[in-house]
């Protein structure tokens, strides 16, 4: 069985401020990938990162970065420099290879 | 490149009533997903295609729902009939492979069922 849990329901931020989603994860298997989407509110998901489990580095996409760490089983994002556009519901989710699970995702408004 | 289309954005339909959704693929992906959110909730994965076989509809309930893909392409989501507990968003997507080894899923935006 697999579960993703982010434990945040919202989070709201003044816009330039850093904002933290964390996200938790539980698998039996040695190979996943885990994945952050954003969907803002016309409803489609978007796709943000996927990271493999054999791959601990640290990934930085402009004011994005995510932080893997298998000993704790979490894979957090961050928005640095948070933008108005940024406010949209965050998911993170697993997969085991062809089974995607979703975690109930993180509502963040950012004010200006 | 064209997304996940998906028809019709809404629908309002009464209690014990008959309703259909309809997902055409990116060109070329081999499985496609059907999932249901509920608000406040992430995605729930209802029915999983490859191609035009069934490979994972362990949460659809099939007592209500039903969902086809004939000759591979897109694909029909019915519910027959309706529940209260069944307003969502009901989410398409699609991939090209049937593992997320190499890629991820694409998402359509979704139909959103108001059950009255």
């Known amino acids: 069985a697999q579960k993703v849990t982010q434990a945040q329901t919202e989070i709201s931020v003044v816009e330039k401020e850093d904002v933290t989603l964390d996200c938790v994860y539980e698998t039996r298997d040695t190979t996943y990938y885990l994945f952050w989407y954003k969907q803002p509110p016309s409803g489609e998901l978007v796709f943000l990162i996927r990271?493999?489990?054999?791959?601990?580095q640290n990934e930085i996409s402009g004011r994005y970065s995510w932080n893997f760490q298998k000993s704790t089983s979490s894979f957090n994002f961050t928005i640095t420099a948070s933008q108005v556009v940024d406010s949209a519901v965050y998911f993170c989710?697993?997969?085991?290879?062809?089974?995607?699970?979703f975690g109930a995702g993180t509502t963040v408004t950012v004010r200006a | 490149e064209a997304g996940v289309a998906q028809s019709p954005r809404y629908k309002i339909i009464e209690k014990r009533q008959s309703v259909a959704f309809w997902c055409n693929p990116i060109?070329?992906?081999?499985?496609l997903y059907w999932y249901q959110q509920i608000l406040g909730q992430g995605p729930k994965l209802l029915i999983q295609?490859?191609?035009?076989?069934?490979?994972?509809d362990s949460q659809l309930p099939k007592d209500r729902f039903s969902a086809e893909r004939l000759k591979g392409v897109d694909s029909t989501l019915k519910i027959q009939p309706a529940k209260l507990e069944d307003s969502a968003v009901y989410l398409c997507a699609s991939s090209p492979d049937r593992g997320f080894m190499n890629t991820e899923a694409f998402f359509g935006q979704g139909t959103r069922l108001t059950v009255v």
């Open positions: 295609f490859q191609n035009n076989g069934v490979v994972d």
């Open positions: 989710a697993l997969s085991n290879d062809y089974k995607l699970s």
């Open positions: 060109s070329g992906h081999a499985t």
């Open positions: 990271r493999n489990s054999f791959d601990e």
